[in-house]
Every structure is written in C-alpha cells, then in structure tokens.
Nanobody, 128 residues
Framework: QVQLVESGGGLVQAGGSLRLSCAAS????????MGWFRQAPGKEREFVAA????????YYGDPVKGRFTISRDNAENTVYLQMNSLKPEDTALYLC?????????????????????WGRGTQVTVSS
C-alpha cells in the first residue's frame, strides 16, 4: 500500500503561482512513477504531469506545458508541482497518484486507470 497526501492548494489571482506537494508513505520503494491529475466539477479527470521516480522522465499535459513544473525529492518521498502563470481554467481539485508498474509507461502515462493509488486532492482556485 502507498498513502498519498497532497497540500499547497488555495485561492490565487490569475497570473499568480502555487506550489503543490504530495507526500508518499508506505511501500514507496515499489513506486515506478508519480503523477498529478486535476478534476473540475462536471469534467473528467485530466492529466497534468508525471515523473518517473528513479529515471526522472517527465511528461506534461498540453494545457500546462511551459507553466507548470513537476519535481521529486526521493529522500523525502515527495513530489512537487510548481504552478506559474495560473489561469482561471486551472481551477480544479488537484490529485496526486502513484503507479507501481512501469510497463508501457511512456505510452500510458496519461491513463488514469494505470495509477493504483490516489490522494484525496487539494483544491486550487484561480480568480480572474
């Protein structure tokens, strides 16, 4: 089992920044990759970013490229999401996810069903 706890969300004006954290505990040694997803009311869960735990490969969703940065601290078992130039359309519940298996990861990193562990999320609200 892997437990994930997100923090760092809040209310920010458009153009502002926030830094989200996701602390992992439990069987973290079995984690292959970590990802951030977001979900707005009435919408499907959307891929934001993902990072390979050991190799460090990183992927971003198109809406956040150039504005968001994912990083990890292996010693602290924590993944971060630095969000800059925030827009009202970034408003959502941001969820952290962990994936155990690495098969076909480069082709399936956006697939919600391939992540076996999820946090409860942290709310990000961007005002215009």
């Amino acid at each position: 089992q892997v437990q994930l706890v997100e923090s760092g969300g809040g209310l920010v004006q458009a153009g502002g920044s926030l830094r989200l954290s996701c602390a992992a505990s439990g069987r973290t040694f079995s984690t292959y990759a970590m990802g951030w997803f977001r979900q707005a009311p009435g919408k499907e869960r959307e891929f934001v970013a993902a990072i390979e735990w050991r190799g460090g490969r990183i992927y971003y969703g198109d809406p956040v490229k150039g504005r968001f940065t994912i990083s990890r601290d292996n010693a602290e078992n924590t993944v971060y999401l630095q969000m800059n130039s925030l827009k009202p359309e970034d408003t959502a519940l941001y969820l952290c996810a962990a994936r155990i298996g690495g098969s076909w990861w480069s082709l399936t990193y956006t697939d919600v069903s391939t992540y076996g562990y999820w946090g409860r999320g942290t709310q990000v609200t961007v005002s215009s």
